[in-house]
């Protein structure tokens, strides 16, 4: 059974920072892509930024330079570094696995988690 659990969302001011962690279970998770998405209320769901598994990353226009994802496949956990934050930020963060990582960019990841809150107050 694959699991996926995210954690470290919360509130932070804008131009605070958060880090999120998604640990994974039941995969080689060395093996797998992982991608990040957030989905704002009323909004569709988008890709923030993924990683290969060798390591490559790929991030969305909008966090460049601002959000940095990196993975510890000693620990089976992928992170989610963000810094400053802005209100339109404000989403439900989620993780992604799939051995292909066309899958992820293509929104369409064979695994999820279920989201971790993220508010950022202005």
């Known amino acids: 059974q694959v699991q996926l659990v995210e954690s470290g969302g919360g509130l932070v001011q804008a131009g605070g920072s958060l880090r999120l962690s998604c640990a994974a279970s039941?995969?080689?998770?060395?093996?797998?892509?992982m991608g990040w998405f957030r989905q704002a209320p009323g909004k569709q769901r988008e890709l923030v930024a993924f990683i290969t598994s060798g390591g490559t990353t790929t991030y969305a226009d909008s966090v460049k330079g601002r959000f940095t994802i990196s993975r510890d496949n000693a620990k089976n956990t992928v992170y989610l570094q963000m810094n400053s934050l802005k209100p339109e930020e404000t989403a439900v963060y989620y993780c992604a696995a799939d051995r292909r990582i066309s899958t992820v960019v293509g929104g369409q990841p064979a695994y999820w988690g279920r989201g971790t809150q993220v508010t950022v107050s202005s």
């Open positions: 039941g995969l080689t998770f060395s093996f797998y892509a």
